[in-house]
């Protein structure tokens, strides 16, 4: 597992200079599982906080694992109701994200984290 501080000047700065407006932070990493922070400048350069979530259902195994994708799903479920955003990309990755106050970005981290840690264990 990856565990970084959440710097959140460091990305203001860094998500004002790319050219895409956005810069983000890996926060925790597990298998199949990464914990993003992040940050979007938009045309009017009103800045909002997001943490996401990015869980790979396949990983790029050769063989599908039909039990590792029903507990990513159940999981999904459970960040689903704490008020994330759901939807899909190429690859077979889930992506999770909710938009949140700056005030809240190292709490919500947090306690996503405790979820993910909570829900790997349930489901070993």
Known sequence: MKHSTCNIADLKKTAKTTEAGEAY????????IEIRTGIKVSEIKQLSFLIEIIISLCNNHQLIDISMIERQLQLVKIIQ?????????????????????????TKELHQIQQTITEGIRRHK
Request: with cysteine; hydrophobic share 25%.
């Open 81 to 105: 109701k704490q008020g994330y955003k759901i939807s899909c990309e190429d690859n077979c990755i889930i992506v999770c994200e909710k938009t949140v106050e700056e005030s809240d970005v």
């Open 25 to 32: 932070i890996i926060f925790e990493k597990y298998p199949d």
